[in-house]
């Protein structure tokens, strides 16, 4: 069995609209907002990746069960990207305060 990278584009959109449970018409709309970016097969067809599905189940959830609406999925999904970015940096920094004591 072949495996895949989370990162590697892998489902077009109808197949990754039915792992969501939304219409690929929504999926474009997503796109179009600035909400996630598919990346684009030789031929031009949005391929999605494991990553790509992951934050489209994200953005699905706070509007469906917790009725956030589109400009507020993008703030609050670009404070959780800050955070991670945050927290790496710690990390970083506590690696190399541990490597200079």
């Known amino acids: 069995m072949m495996e895949f990278e989370d990162s590697e584009p892998c ?7 039915r ?3 939304v219409h690929a018409q929504t999926l ?5 907002a600035g909400m996630i970016e598919p990346s684009r097969s030789a031929g031009n067809r949005r391929l999605y990746s494991t990553e790509d599905i992951d934050r489209l189940r994200r953005i699905k959830t706070l509007i469906d069960d917790l009725g ?10 670009r404070m ?4 991670a970015e945050m927290e790496n940096r710690m990390r970083r920094l506590e690696t190399e305060i541990e490597r200079l004591t």
Request: charged share 20%.
């Open 11 to 17: 489902y077009v959109i109808s197949v990754a609209a």
């Open 28 to 32: 474009r709309y997503y796109e179009r």
């Open 68 to 77: 956030v609406n589109l400009a507020g999925v993008e703030v609050i999904l």
């Open 19 to 21: 792992i969501i449970g």
């Open 80 to 83: 959780g990207e800050r955070m």
